[in-house]
């Protein structure tokens, strides 16, 4: 069993979310992911990505998410959104 797994990732047509990204090959090797690419990219996508998973160390979900900054929103900035919610969905009435 191969515990370090490379992976290829990239973006369809028609958007540019990095959200949307799409998995495309996984275990593979140098030569399998240019014949993906090439191939994908006649099909639309594009900003390909590659990654290592490491499955010799436990994830550190910690530092996936940045536990230690913690983002608020004053009351005001709340009120200040859903009027201007509220005013879209009226139609600015």
Known sequence: M????????AIPRGTTDRAREVLLLTNCNADMIETCKGLA???GFHSFRTA??????PPDFAATVN????ATVT????DAVTEAQDAADCGGL
């Not at 191969?2 to 990732?9: D, G, I």
């Not at 290592?52 to 160390?57: A, E, F």
């Open 2 to 9: 191969n515990l370090r797994e490379t992976v290829l990732y």
């Open 41 to 43: 990219a006649r099909d």
């Open 52 to 57: 290592t998973i490491d499955l010799t160390r």
């Open 67 to 70: 536990l230690g900054r913690v």
């Open 75 to 78: 009351d005001a900035q709340l």
